[in-house]
T-cell receptor, first 114, second 114 residues
Framework: TQLLEQSPQFLSIQEGENLTVYCNSS?????LQWYRQEPGEGPVLLVT?????EVKKLKRLTFQFGDARKDSSLHITAAQPGDTGLYLC??????????????FGRGTQLTVWP | NAGVMQNPRHLVRRRGQEARLRCSPMKGHSHVYWYRQLPEEGLKFMVY????????ESGMPKERFSAEFPKEGPSILRIQQVVRGDSAAYFCASAQGARAYEQYFGPGTRLTVT
């Protein structure tokens, strides 16, 4: 069983469109991290959200942590081909986990067409 | 830019041989994590180490797999008597103690067992 469920699994859109991807769990997380991974490379950390209800912006990317710290979303405005990649959410559950051990969702594969 | 370094990037081994994967954490990071990524499963935690100590190896198979992080030198993930099912991408991540959930990943080692 996956502790973190991501949706959609695949997303294919045109340049300039907006999109939202989701990361959900039935467990409470101490924090959630969002990563982007490109083929043949390691995941690159985009952001960490820690407080319930927290919103962080990174240029055209907006990240939100749910009030109950069980879910998160990533919204991209005016997507560009350079946004193409696998978006992963990850985090340490609030309980029963070694410090820093991350559980990952399976990711959303985003393709942005020019 | 001294990020997390892993070598080799690609490793081919015949069944029964040994595989050694190396990871040098980012400067100033004392926590090292190893993850394995399979196409249909996503990233899975294997082991968490600090200098000269294994903190959590609950994600690592009990047989054939071992990991170390010596006082001097890189962390090493060792797989003895490899089998085809060991073929995967292996990623190392490092973090600072106070922010162990913010992990920075290396580019990975892609192991192929023939």
């Amino acid at each position: 069983t996956q502790l973190l469920e991501q949706s959609p699994q695949f997303l294919s859109i045109q340049e300039g469109e907006n999109l939202t991807v989701y990361c959900n769990s039935s467990s409470v997380f101490s924090s959630l991290q969002w990563y982007r991974q490109e083929p043949g490379e390691g995941p690159v950390l985009l952001v960490t959200v820690v407080t319930g209800g927290e919103v962080k912006k990174l240029k055209r990317l907006t990240f939100q942590f749910g009030d109950a710290r069980k879910d998160s979303s990533l919204h991209i405005t005016a997507a560009q081909p350079g946004d193409t990649g696998l978006y992963l959410c990850a985090g340490p559950p609030d309980r029963g986990s070694t410090l820093g051990r991350l559980y990952f969702g399976r990711g959303t594969q985003l393709t942005v067409w020019p | 830019n001294a990020g997390v370094m892993q070598n080799p990037r690609h490793l081919v081994r015949r069944r029964g041989q040994e595989a050694r994967l190396r990871c040098s954490p980012m400067k100033g990071h004392s926590h090292v994590y190893w993850y394995r990524q399979l196409p249909e499963e996503g990233l899975k935690f294997m082991v968490y180490l600090q200098k000269e100590n294994i903190i959590d190896e609950s994600g690592m198979p009990k047989e054939r797999f071992s990991a170390e992080f010596p006082k001097e030198g890189p962390s090493i993930l060792r797989i003895q008597q490899v089998v085809r099912g060991d073929s995967a991408a292996y990623f190392c991540a490092s973090a600072q103690g106070a922010r162990a959930y913010e992990q920075y990943f290396g580019p990975g080692t892609r192991l192929t067992v023939t």
